[in-house]
């Protein structure tokens, strides 16, 4: 059997460690490309701001707007008529005159929550998004 020469040794070494961690790698930035390859917050902890652009809601999802409604608009009242409407998501979506049961919101849509600083008329402890921003909060 033929002898390999330490040099040559060492040089399997560093190529068999070499392809091991590429191959390790890999494994590791595949949960990375999902997270960007799929964008959507189908939760929040609490109140959070996003833009009007990034609702997404499924067809046939209830919404209600300005509908006599305006003045006892509110985060609260807003997941009761979701809740009502049989709505199985986790977020609503309020701004001063609409109420939207969302399955989820665009990922790089959320904003800083002083753009979402209109108070709700139906409670004025509670945030209604503002110019352009929608307030979220979980259903």
Do not use: W
Request: with cysteine; glycine share 8%.
């Amino acid at each position: 059997m033929p002898r390999i020469s330490l040099p040559a040794q060492v040089l399997l070494i560093v190529a068999v460690i070499f392809v091991g961690n590429a191959c390790a790698c890999k494994k590791v930035t595949k949960p990375i490309k999902k997270i960007f390859a799929n964008p959507k917050v189908t939760e929040v902890d609490g109140h959070t701001c996003y833009t009007k652009e990034s609702i997404r809601i499924d067809q046939g999802m209830p919404a209600y707007t300005n509908n006599g409604m305006a003045n006892d608009l509110s985060a609260d009242a807003c997941k009761k008529f979701c809740k009502d409407q049989g709505f199985k998501g986790k977020i609503v979506g309020v701004t001063p005159t609409e109420c939207h049961c969302n399955k989820y919101m665009k990922y790089d849509g959320a904003r800083d929550a002083d753009k979402c600083s209109i108070r709700c008329r139906g409670n004025d402890q509670q945030f209604c998004g503002g110019l352009g921003y929608v307030s979220v909060y979980p259903a």
